[in-house]
């Protein structure tokens, strides 16, 4: 059984960008291959503007929520986001392959506060919409260190058992902002994280198995409900990256072997049990969730996000269609 707990969020956009363990140096050094080669990456992002969404929805204002249970996005005064380089919107405006490892939070899909939601669909810009005046927000480009990245603390090539680092450095960011009523106002962190995990599966089965992963995410929400009173935690699983096998070319197969290549140009069975540890890794954090361990109060819970998991790959005229991708091929 999930959490009770809901925000009233009409719309959400979400950003393609890359994945992959040690995601940097293995991109950097496909990137210098490629180019030796002289490969055409095939690839022409639509993300090179970012994509903005209707608004079908009334603004309303409300009795200030008591419970998280009640919480609506007029009560939301601060937003962050922890996970990998897709929450650090890596390549999400790319035009190039030049531009595919700059980092552009201001379009990151659950955080990126760039523009407004009629022209950059994200959850930040939907809070937005109901207060104008909500912190945390990423702006611009850059990594997380940068003070526009503000609350947006994902690291590019992370893994899950990495996450516990950025779960205390937006502990202490929220702390340390005088801006910020650490007991008062009402926050919504998102986390998302798995994809390198499983990019990097067939090599250590052990290591990557969905009991670690899972035991990895409940230290992280175990700490940020320790320290973080009056927060709603969005915990979204992940999608099958084998789903981007056949996105095939000599510059794909290129930077999929550096990159992923458990999910991508790996072995038969290496993709059939990278899929098969996708799926539990979701099952895991739908068990970690129905323990009831993070809805034991008013004042914090996890819903889970199960979207990504039924995405598949885009088509077009019977092939993978490439407009969806950045230059990286993720």
């Known amino acids: 059984m999930f959490s009770s707990g809901t925000v009233l969020l009409c719309c959400l956009s979400l950003a393609t960008t890359a994945l992959g363990s040690n995601f940097v140096t293995n991109l950097e050094a496909a990137i210098a291959e490629g180019q030796k080669r002289g490969y055409d990456t095939g690839v022409t992002s639509l993300a090179v503007d970012p994509v903005g969404i209707p608004f079908p929805c009334t603004l309303y204002s409300t009795t200030p929520a008591q419970s998280v249970h009640q919480l609506t996005p007029a009560d939301v005064k601060v937003i962050g986001a922890i996970g990998d380089s897709i929450t650090a919107a890596m390549g999400a405006k790319a035009g190039s392959i030049l531009t595919a490892l700059t980092e552009y939070r201001g379009v990151s899909w659950s955080i990126g506060g760039d523009g407004d939601v009629s022209n950059t669909g994200t959850l930040a810009n939907l809070v937005k919409k ?74 250590d089965t052990n290591f990557y198995s969905a009991t670690n992963y899972a035991n990895n995410i409940a230290k992280v929400l175990d700490a940020l409900k320790a320290n973080l009173p009056r927060t709603f935690v969005n915990l979204v699983q992940i999608m099958d990256v084998t789903q981007l096998a056949p996105l095939s070319s000599l510059w794909c197969d290129l930077v999929h072997t550096f990159v992923c290549d458990c999910a991508t140009t790996g072995s038969t069975a290496d993709k059939q049990m990278t899929s098969a540890a996708s799926k539990a890794y979701n099952t895991a954090l739908e068990n970690l969730i129905n323990t009831g361990r993070y809805d034991t109060s008013d004042d914090f819970t996890v819903v889970l996000q199960p979207f990504p998991s039924g995405i598949e790959l885009p088509y077009k005229n019977g092939a993978p269609d490439k407009s969806y991708f950045a230059p990286d091929c993720f």
Do not use: M, P
């Open 130 to 203: 109901y207060n104008a005046n909500v912190k945390g927000f990423s702006t611009g480009t850059g990594s997380e260190t940068n003070s526009n990245s503000r609350l947006n603390v994902a690291v590019s090539g992370a893994v899950s058992s990495e996450l516990l680092v950025q779960a205390h450095t937006l502990i202490d960011k929220i702390k340390v902002d005088s801006s910020i009523n650490i007991n008062t106002d009402w926050k919504v962190v998102t986390l998302w994280i798995g994809g390198n995990d499983l990019c990097d599966y067939c090599s």
